[in-house]
């Protein structure tokens, strides 16, 4: 019989604390309680609280502000923006790309899609393309797929309005936050629609991402399938 497992308390702290910003409780950009407060609340030490937020920050799920407080990290922070878009120019700074959305449409699942956000074959999905442009030039190519059920009312007009990252849009106006990724990137030559869209030969080579990305209590609320022309751009990933 296996033994039962028992979290340290500074991690059943972290596990409260994820649970009220799940909830709603404290939204993103807005100051947490102190260590203090929160200590006396859980009725623990403030060293546990201190260790449980080390960890949250560590996660970029919140940001300590030197002489302010702890704060609920947003999409729309440099600190969180960049930590999805892993695209950066050879020279200059990196910078989200204009957008222009193909489609927005609300569609069946597919089995593979299903699959992957954890739903039935079949349930409600929305389907985005667009390409993403950096000074002037066709740069990525997305498919995306989301959760039908978290993204009620998203159209492409909603999407073409907003001005900045989409992730901040979704945290913003359908209240679903994006907490971590994984992604599978390979070599792949363009087809004649990725050719087409991207102003490449059809052959060229490009880099694919694939990305699964969760919100908190690690589920699947997104699929996106990127073809990225490299020939000015390169994909950086910090390894910690």
Not at 25 to 50: D, H, N
Not at 67 to 93: M, Q, S, W, Y
Not at 157 to 185: N, Q, V
Request: hydrophobic residues 40%.
């Amino acid at each position: 019989m296996p033994s039962p497992t028992f979290s340290p308390l500074y991690q059943q702290i972290k596990a409260l604390i994820t649970r009220s910003l799940q909830s709603g409780e404290w939204k993103p950009g807005e100051m947490i309680p102190s260590e203090m407060e929160l200590a006396s609340r859980y009725k623990v030490s403030q060293g546990t609280v201190r260790k449980a937020i080390d960890e949250l920050a560590a996660e970029n799920l919140v940001a300590r502000r030197q002489g302010k407080g702890t704060f609920v990290t947003t999409h729309h922070e440099d600190v969180v923006k960049f930590r999805f878009l892993r695209l950066v120019p050879d020279e200059g700074e990196p910078h989200y790309g204009a957008s222009r959305v193909l489609e927005c449409k609300r569609l069946r699942a597919p089995a593979e899609i299903a699959r992957l956000l954890d739903i039935r074959t079949g349930d409600s999905v929305v389907q985005i393309r667009r390409v993403l442009t950096f000074s002037g030039e066709s740069t990525v190519l997305d498919e995306i797929w989301l959760l039908g059920a978290n993204f009620k009312g998203l159209t492409a007009e909603k999407l073409t309005e907003w001005k900045g990252p989409m992730y901040a849009l979704f945290e913003a106006e359908f209240g679903t936050r994006m907490i971590r990724a994984s992604e599978k990137i390979r070599a792949v030559p363009a087809d004649e629609t990725a050719a087409e869209l991207l102003s490449v030969p059809v052959g060229a080579p490009l880099l694919s991402v694939e990305r699964v990305s969760y919100t908190y209590g690690d589920r699947p609320v997104e699929v996106r399938r990127g073809l990225y022309v490299t020939t000015r751009h390169y994909y950086q990933n910090d390894l910690s």
